[in-house]
Each structure stands twice: as structure tokens, then as C-alpha cells.
């Protein structure tokens, strides 16, 4: 593990149901990101945190609901998705706001959604 | 809006020979230029940026170049081998909030 957990690796929910993502980081980094992932597109930038505090929201649908409740745990809720929202979630997280400081974005390994 | 083009979506190369994957951005205030490597089924990783300041940069067989007139970078991989293939990202800072506009990837297969 390089210190971005991310939990459920796997998940399929129905349209209607609440599920949420989790993601942790060991690394001290101040800034953490929810990215979504799709084949063969740009990875979408969704929710950026610094300090705990949303500084980021890229017109992310409502059924998207990011939560930070402290610089080391990020989640991203999730209700009446759709079946394009499938894909692959990825968190990150750097030392500071911004890809250029520290070394870059740390990326977890992801959460494979598949909305049905 | 800001957007950045990669090109090719897939390469394929002889094991030893070299790989080139060439990106250009549209938003002139850029200044930071990262490449992620995404092996598969793995999370992506850094291998190498470059900024704005710099035309060129080296990192043993991986190097990146900007052309900052012309607004495009490209990643050179030399003597590929076998665990060079994955899915490269590019990606451009944006503006003045230093978050990242990315390519859509390219997917680097190294033939035996």
C-alpha cells in the first residue's frame, strides 16, 4: 500500500439504493481528491478538500455527496446514481492543494463502481 | 473550455526501441506538466513533471520536453522493456488554481 486506501474496492448498487466510498491516508497530506475514471476519457477532477474544507466542485451532481471530516479520511456519498455514474472512483491526496507540491497526487487504488 | 489533446491512444513498440506520446494543452497560463504511469489494474503513479521553466527534463530511459509556444510536451521512453507497458497520462495545471486538465491516455504496449 503506498498510504491511500480506498474501500470498497468493488461495488454494485441498484439505482435506488445509499452506499458510500471510503478513503484514508497515512501520509500526512493536507489536500485529498475524489477523481471519477472512465474508459478511454481524461480522468474528471469531481471534489478537491484542503484542510478539511471543499475548495473544489466541477458541477458534480447532486447524488454525488463528498464528506471530509478531518485531513485523513475523505467520503463520497452516493444515492439515485445512474448507470452512466459506473466507473472507476479514485481519491488522491497531496501535501498541499495542488498536483505541483510534494511530490504529486498519491492516488488510492479505487473503487470499481457498477450501477445497475 | 481548457482542454488537453494525447496523442496516440495506443502504441505499440519493440522491446529496446524507443516511445514517444506528445500531448498539447490550450490554456497558455499552464506551468506544470505531469506524466502518470497506470499499470493495469493499478492506481496511477508520477514518473515525471516538468515546469514551465524547464524545456527539458531526464529521469534515466524516461525524459519529458516542452514547447511552451507551441504548447505541447511529449514523453520519451528509451530501450523499452516489458514493464514499461501500462497507460500513460499527461495532464496541465490550470490557470491560477494549480489543479490538473488530463489527456485521455495512452496505452503503451511493449512487444517481446
Known amino acids: 500500500e503506498t498510504g491511500v486506501t480506498q474501500t470498497p474496492r468493488h461495488l454494485v448498487m441498484g439505482m435506488t439504493n445509499k452506499k458510500s466510498l471510503k478513503c484514508e491516508q497515512h501520509?500526512?497530506?493536507?489536500?485529498m481528491y475524489w477523481y471519477k475514471q472512465s474508459a478511454k476519457k481524461p480522468l474528471e477532477l469531481m471534489f478537491v478538500y484542503n484542510f478539511k474544507e471543499q475548495t473544489e466542485n466541477n458541477s458534480v451532481p447532486s447524488r454525488f455527496s463528498p464528506e471530509c471530516p478531518n485531513s485523513s479520511h475523505l467520503f463520497l456519498h452516493l444515492h439515485t446514481l445512474q448507470p452512466e455514474d459506473s466507473a472507476l472512483y479514485l481519491c488522491a491526496s497531496s501535501q498541499d492543494e495542488g498536483p505541483d507540491r510534494g511530490g504529486g497526487y498519491t492516488f488510492g487504488s479505487g473503487t470499481r463502481l457498477t450501477v445497475v | 473550455g481548457e482542454n488537453v489533446e494525447q496523442h496516440p491512444s495506443t502504441l505499440s513498440v519493440q522491446e529496446g526501441d524507443s516511445a514517444v506520446i506528445k500531448c498539447t494543452y490550450s490554456?497558455?497560463?499552464?506551468?506544470?506538466f505531469p506524466w502518470y504511469k497506470q499499470e493495469l489494474g493499478k492506481r496511477p503513479q508520477l514518473i515525471i513533471d516538468i515546469r514551465s521553466n524547464v524545456g527539458e527534463k531526464k529521469d534515466q530511459r524516461i525524459a519529458v520536453t516542452l514547447n511552451k509556444t507551441a504548447k505541447h510536451f511529449s514523453l520519451h521512453i528509451t530501450e523499452t522493456q516489458p514493464e514499461d507497458s501500462a497507460v500513460y497520462f499527461c495532464a496541465a495545471s490550470i490557470g491560477s488554481n494549480y489543479q490538473l486538465i488530463w489527456g485521455a491516455g495512452t496505452k503503451l504496449i511493449i512487444k517481446p
Open positions: 490554456d497558455s497560463a499552464s506551468n506544470y
Open positions: 501520509l500526512g497530506h493536507n489536500a
